[in-house]
């Protein structure tokens, strides 16, 4: 059963939409920058990614009119 689609889900999808462009182009950057120390450089890469895609898991959860609830209990 989907809860109705309020305005909190809408704007807690753009919030996520906006959270992924910023991600996304961060990894961009890291992985196009020439790092001091790579091994530093590539563990905030990791970071970054797995953050980008809780986010898009959660966008997309909430992008089909999941219940919030399900969001936190990972759908």
Not at 2 to 25: G, M
Not at 48 to 72: E, K, S
């Amino acid at each position: 059963m989907t809860a109705p689609f309020t305005a909190y889900h809408k704007s807690r999808i753009t919030y996520f939409k906006t959270l992924i462009k910023q991600l996304t182009h961060r990894i961009r950057r890291l992985k196009s920058a020439r790092p001091t120390t790579k091994r530093a450089q590539y563990i905030n890469y990791q970071q970054i990614q797995a953050r980008r895609n809780l986010l898009a898991h959660n966008y997309n959860c909430l992008h089909h009119h999941q219940d919030y609830l399900d969001l936190l209990s990972g759908c």
